[in-house]
């Protein structure tokens, strides 16, 4: 269909901008020293793609053609890269668990991320993040049993999509700086050995708060947030071929 055509053009036109400005934004802040105001700058990024893919950034919707904003289309985005992030990479669901149950499971991991992020406008301390990282594994856990390995949504898994899905709100300058990091094999490694875990299964609070305080003595004067982009980008095999390529 010439419609489906034009849509992808415009996605695909509209994805090559954002990697475009997301690269020159990392080069900024890497030459900033983290020093730099990723936050102003990210915003400045992010107002700049709207105003020139807005009118070219098409979906089909039935058999009409309707404008879809960028950052619907940008939120959309994270939703995936964290479902990517996450559950495919932490042995989520139960062996044999039907499509639908996992379908419900991604919807509802969707919904429940969007509420929790709304509380992040501001400034959110160490205690509501946990209890809110508590409140996304139990929830999801109570709710969609039949799919999960064991029936349990574990600490470790929910607090890397919900630490990661506001790193990317963070970045794009839709919310403030976060209070924790995304916490993964890559992280965990750049630390001190004195907290062995799986992050996959972890799933006790006081674990998870240890490995924020060994992050912290390693991050100095850094925020976990700022340090983290670093680390992550030093560490992280596809960032460094991204750098290189």
């Known amino acids: 269909m010439p419609e489906t055509k034009r849509y992808l053009h415009a996605a695909r036109a509209f994805t090559d901008c954002v990697l475009a400005r997301v690269t020159k934004a990392i080069e900024a802040y890497q030459l900033a020293g983290l020093d730099g105001d990723v936050e102003a700058y990210l915003c400045d990024f992010m107002t700049a793609v709207e105003e020139e893919t807005t009118r070219d950034s098409l979906v089909l919707t039935g058999d009409r053609l309707s404008q879809i904003s960028p950052r619907t289309f940008l939120h959309d985005q994270f939703h995936g890269m964290v479902l990517q992030a996450t559950v495919q990479r932490a042995r989520i669901y139960a062996p044999g668990a039907p499509e639908q149950a996992r379908e419900a499971f991604r919807v509802g991991l ?53 630490n990661l899905f506001l790193k990317y709100q963070w970045t794009a300058g839709w919310i403030p700086e976060p209070p924790h990091c995304p916490f993964d094999a890559i992280i965990i490694g750049q630390l001190p050995t004195q907290v062995r875990c799986n992050w996959t299964d972890l799933d006790a609070p006081e674990t998870y708060l240890a490995l924020v305080a060994e992050a912290r003595g390693v991050a100095g004067s850094y925020s976990l947030a700022r340090w983290e982009l670093a680390a992550y980008d030093k560490a992280s095999p596809a960032a460094r071929r991204a750098n290189t390529g």
């Open 110 to 162: 969707r919904q429940e991320l969007d509420r929790l992020a709304k509380c992040y406008d501001g400034r959110v301390s160490d205690d509501v993040h946990v209890r809110h990282i508590a409140a996304l594994a139990d929830t999801l856990s109570n709710g969609h049993r039949a799919a999960l390995r064991d029936g349990r949504f574990r600490i470790g898994p929910a607090q890397k999509a919900l």
